[in-house]
């Protein structure tokens, strides 16, 4: 369609074809990082999408993360888990309510997007992954669901302790991403960090906590689309 | 169709409709926990099917389980996983692989069922829910999922590998199914178990350890059918 296309390769540079398919397939995090490093030099990368989160540490403008998923999963560079459809019986195996300490179901009740819609961190609007049940994306679908995780209805649970089931699965989200935060920047040297993605407002807890400067990555709109941004700018660059 | 049909409710009575539909749904368990408390004394029944782990106290003859799924679940007395559908995410947050611990993808990609089958406690016979990824019920299709787990093919990962992680799904499954066991039978005082289900063989490695007797409840056949077994042999009595 586009004869005069470029294609980003994970290298760094344009190529006039994607024929080598794994240079150019899952290029969007290293796109983010370089441009990223252009704008903000040294920094810790964090993009929150939907379903996972990338950590990339950039240094001299050169992405330093892992090539494959497996070994960014080790070094803590992915995290598969996002702020939308993360099944939250992953982030939770058991969570404190009335009192006790239960055990949660494994099946897919309720995933990230009812708890943040829940909390009021993002907006129906926002959710735009389909609901576990096939329910409204409200705050009574996404508490039904969330009380569904430990097997009760609305009638069983008070609006207040779904509320705080909610917290845990945010607590459960943020600690991690803390942990992965401070392992690398302490690796790499990394006293700043750049936030972008839909989730970035969990990327923002975590570095709060941490007391890790940080910046936004692109305004708010431009920062849930950042990898083509990132393309479009290196393109021109 | 069966004029003369008789209802076994949870209160441990037959009934002649099931007009009181609350009583008679869901009573699997009050009937395999009475007629297992009358062959085998008090025990602690262990029911593990599929998806679910029921762990009832039984003392003279009388289940003593809470009487919701969320109390069970706060009691320890059910945990939401099973022997073949539960989402190998919800038993491992990391594994350990290849020297280093990798935070495991969220998403559906492996199921007890694939673990089991690859560790050959169960037959391809024996798992009879669908797999996660349409895939075959063998042994490559089981390691091919279970690779997933960590964003892997079977390309990045040995054998031996994957058989790892599925001996440390078995690992988390049997440990909290033994922290379970070890709470309800010291709050109850029993000392011997009964063990049922398909997962059976999860229970008895977890009563191995902690150094439990128990006793196989029915034959390995009836074993999987046992409420089913203990309604009509209640019945009879």
Tied chains: 1, 2.
Excluded at 24 to 41: C, D, K
Excluded at 150 to 165: N, T
């Amino acid at each position: 369609v586009f004869p005069d296309a470029a294609f980003y390769g994970s290298d760094g540079q344009f190529h006039p074809d994607a024929r080598d398919y794994r240079l150019i397939s899952a290029a969007n995090w290293s796109a983010s990082a370089r441009y990223a490093g252009r704008v903000h030099g040294d920094i810790l990368l964090i993009d929150i999408g939907s379903t996972t989160t990338d950590l990339i540490p950039v240094k001299g403008g050169i992405p330093g993360a892992g090539t494959t998923d497996f070994e960014r999963l080790c070094r803590g560079e992915l995290i598969y888990a996002g702020a939308l459809r993360t099944n939250l019986a992953t982030l939770l195996r058991t969570v404190e309510v009335k009192g006790c300490s239960a055990r949660t179901s494994s099946e897919l009740f309720a995933i990230t997007g009812d708890a943040y819609l829940l909390l009021g961190r993002i907006t129906a609007g926002d959710y735009t992954c389909d609901t576990p049940d096939g329910g409204p994306k409200d705050a009574e679908g996404a508490a039904r669901r969330i009380a569904r995780l430990v097997c009760c209805d609305l009638e069983e649970l008070s609006a207040e302790e779904v509320l705080g089931i909610a917290a845990q699965a945010h607590r459960s989200q943020v600690d991690d991403l803390g942990r992965a935060i401070a392992r690398l920047s302490g690796k790499h040297g990394l006293s700043r960090a750049a936030v972008c993605g839909l989730g970035g407002f969990l990327a923002k807890d975590a570095l709060l906590e941490l007391g890790m400067p940080f910046a936004q990555a692109g305004s708010e709109a431009i920062s849930r689309v950042y990898p083509a941004y990132a393309v479009a700018n290196l393109l021109e660059m």
